[in-house]
């Protein structure tokens, strides 16, 4: 099993920053691809990027690229969200997740049913 607790949450201003960090738990960390998600009020969760188990490949929504960046420490086991340049559509509670593969293609980056282990979440807020 391995547990994933978000942090890093919390009110920034439209075209602040905000960085998320979701550390795991567990030795195996390092052999897992590590996604971000997001839920908005009222809406579907949405995916918001990836990275594979080395850091060497990283995935992104459209509506984030160039603006958020992926990274992991392996050996502090814990992914970041580097958030730049926020919007309030980008209001939401944040989920990390975990797959036991350690490389996804394609649309599989994307689809949660590829991902074993869930956060709580973190919300954040952009205010206008």
């Known amino acids: 099993q391995v547990q994933l607790v978000e942090s890093g949450g919390g009110l920034a201003q439209a075209g602040g920053s905000l960085r998320l960090a979701c550390a795991a738990s567990?030795?195996?960390?390092?052999?897992?691809?590590m996604g971000w998600f997001r839920r908005a009020p009222g809406k579907d969760r949405g995916f918001v990027g990836a990275t594979s188990w080395n850091g060497g490949t990283t995935a992104y929504a459209d509506s984030v690229k160039g603006r958020f960046t992926i990274s992991r420490d392996n050996a502090k086991n814990t992914v970041y969200l580097q958030m730049n340049t926020l919007k309030p559509e980008d209001t939401a509670v944040y989920s990390c997740?975990?797959?036991?593969?350690?490389?996804?293609?394609?649309?599989?980056?994307?689809?949660?049913?590829?991902?074993?282990?869930w956060g709580q979440g973190t919300q954040v807020t952009v205010s206008s």
């Open positions: 997740a975990a797959s036991e593969r350690p490389f996804l293609y394609g649309s599989r980056w994307s689809d949660p049913r590829e991902y074993d282990y």
């Open positions: 567990g030795r195996t960390f390092s052999k897992y691809t």
